[in-house]
Each structure stands twice: as C-alpha cells, then as structure tokens.
C-alpha cells in the first residue's frame, strides 16, 4: 500500500480557497486516490476520488499531474463549517482491499 | 448515496463485561468489512479486515481474541469487545465497500464512542 505524507495542519479564512497537497510517491497502477473529510466523533466521509488529471464535484476539486505521484485537493471558497481532518488515501480499485490512514491535515477556518 | 450504519453511537460499560457493536451495510452487499479505531486526536488505526463466511484478518498488534469479529451475511459485521477494560475506551469505526463494479469508495459508519469504566 503506498504511503501518504500530507501537511499536519493548516489554517485559512473564511472565503479563501484551500489546497491541500498529499505525496504517494509509490502508488501503484491501479491504485486511486480519494480524500476523505472528518468531523469530531463521526466518521470519515468522502470527498472526491480520481486516477489522474483533473476531477471536479459539488464540493471539491481534485489535481493530480501525470506521473501521480501527488495530488493537491481544493476546496473553493472554504467556510467555517470546513474546518475538519482531511485525509488522503491511496486505494485499489477492488472492495476487498484495506484502506489504510495516514495522519491526516487538520485545517482551521478563522472567520 | 451508499450508507453505512453503526450500533450503538455511544456506550458505557463495566470493566470485565463485553460490548457488542454492529455495522450494517443499507443499501448495498459488502464481503469485506473493515473495523478501525481512533484515539483521540490521533488518525484512523486499521484493527481488522471482517471476510464475510470466513475468519477474519487482523492488523499485527490486535489480539483477535479481543477483538471478536463475525462478519454473518453481506450486510452486517459485529465487533465485539471482550472482557473490556478502561483501555479499550476509544472510537471505533466500521467501513465497507460495495462488492459490485469497481466501486473504489469506501463507506463509513458514524462511529462508536466506547467507555469503559
């Protein structure tokens, strides 16, 4: 499973947009690459999900350049309600496979 | 969307006494489930993958005899905490992903506040 490396914290305001960028140096092929976003003592909730170039959702963006070897997740225009743990995974594209988590980016969002 | 849900949101229990929790798959068949948990401040810990029919898989470091795990249909894992003990206070959370396609989302329950007392 590749590992994931992400900042361990950032801070924003409230209208700014956030780009969060996550390295995986080591994923493989058929690996994908979903963002997750939790709250306090819930679980974690999907974000966005892509294998390469560009995704685009209600809520969230997703880059990822050719190699793949990272990937940046944007949030425009972040409120305070955005103010959440985002993690970054690296899964393969079959359900029996574990999902592993790395530490995460808690980012805060000042009004 | 996919929904996965966890029972009970919260519970309190004695030391030496065991603790059930249930993640139900709603709307869609899982053969694999995955148990984690989560200490405070801290990330997601993979504990175990539950295999539907089969024993389960755990992660190096969880004692399976701890942590029983019985995964009885498509639908519906248990973890149970056996003899639990002020330690195993934390947040467990249950995932599953859809058996059909190639559905790579994984879907997550609302988690599971145990304490331990």
């Known amino acids: 499973l590749a590992k994931t490396t992400q900042p361990i914290s950032m801070d924003s305001y409230e209208g700014q947009e956030v780009n969060i960028t996550c390295s995986h140096n080591?994923?493989?092929?058929?690996?994908?690459i979903t963002w997750y976003q939790q709250f306090p003592s819930q679980g974690p909730r999907f974000i966005i999900q892509g294998y390469k170039t560009k995704v685009t959702n209600e809520v969230a963006s997703l880059f990822i350049p050719a190699d793949r070897k990272s990937s940046t997740l944007s949030l425009p225009r972040v409120s305070l309600s955005d103010t959440a743990v985002y993690y970054c995974?690296?899964?393969?594209?079959?359900?029996?496979?574990?999902?592993?988590f790395g530490a995460g980016t808690r980012l805060f969002v000042k009004a | 969307g996919a929904v996965v849900s966890q029972h009970p949101s919260r519970v309190i229990c004695k030391s030496g006494t065991s603790v059930k929790i249930e993640c139900r798959s709603l709307d869609f068949q899982a053969t694999t489930m995955f148990w984690y948990r989560q200490f405070p401040k801290k990330s997601l810990m993979l504990m175990a993958t539950?295999?539907?029919?089969?024993?389960?898989?755990?992660e190096q470091g969880v004692e399976k005899d701890k942590f029983l795990i019985n995964h009885a249909s498509l639908t519906l894992s248990t973890l149970t905490v056996t003899s639990a003990h002020p330690e195993d206070s934390s947040f467990y959370i249950c995932?599953?992903?859809?058996?059909?396609?190639?559905?790579?989302?994984?879907?997550f329950g609302q988690g599971t506040r145990l304490t331990v007392v």
């Open positions: 995932s599953a992903r859809p058996n059909r396609g190639q559905n790579t989302e994984a879907f």
């Open positions: 080591n994923i493989a092929t058929n690996d994908y």
């Open positions: 539950s295999n539907e029919g089969s024993k389960a898989t755990y």
């Open positions: 995974l690296v899964v393969k594209n079959t359900g029996g496979f574990k999902t592993i």
